[in-house]
Nanobody
Framework: VQLQASGGGWVQAGGSLRLSCVAS????????AGWFRQPPGKEREFVSG????????SYAGSVKGRFTISRDNAKKTMYLQMNSLIPEDTAIYYC??????????????????WGQGTLVTVSS
């Protein structure tokens, strides 16, 4: 599976962006997918995860209420709608997917595939 992330860009604080992650194969998989981000000078961190079967979701506390993760299985695409952006959201955003069973969407090493990353810059 190859993942292609897009939708990043520059936005002023309070603005919105929508990230997309498209799978090159028939599906994103049957387990879960998620978004991580890596702020400048910091380690990669979990942002949000979604079950590709049930649609159940989870969010990091720092983005809860502002970001919404979703997926369109027919389009093999996962989205991250980001509203009320703040400068602290500035980071490279990566999408990932796990096709094997079990695992945890909070754990970076549990993902089988990653996209190339898309840069989000929020100015104050």
């Amino acid at each position: 599976v190859q993942l292609q992330a897009s939708g990043g860009g520059w936005v002023q604080a309070g603005g919105s962006l929508r990230l997309s992650c498209v799978a090159s194969t028939r599906t994103l998989g049957n387990n879960f997918a998620g978004w991580f981000r890596q702020p400048p000078g910091k380690e990669r961190e979990f942002v949000s995860g979604i079950s590709l079967r049930s649609g159940a979701t989870s969010y990091a506390g720092s983005v809860k209420g502002r970001f919404t993760i979703s997926r369109d299985n027919a389009k093999k695409t996962m989205y991250l709608q980001m509203n009320s952006l703040i400068p602290e959201d500035t980071a490279i955003y990566y999408c990932g997917a796990r096709v094997r069973t079990s695992g945890s969407w909070y754990v970076e090493d549990d993902y089988d595939y990653w996209g190339q990353g898309t840069l989000v810059t929020v100015s104050s």
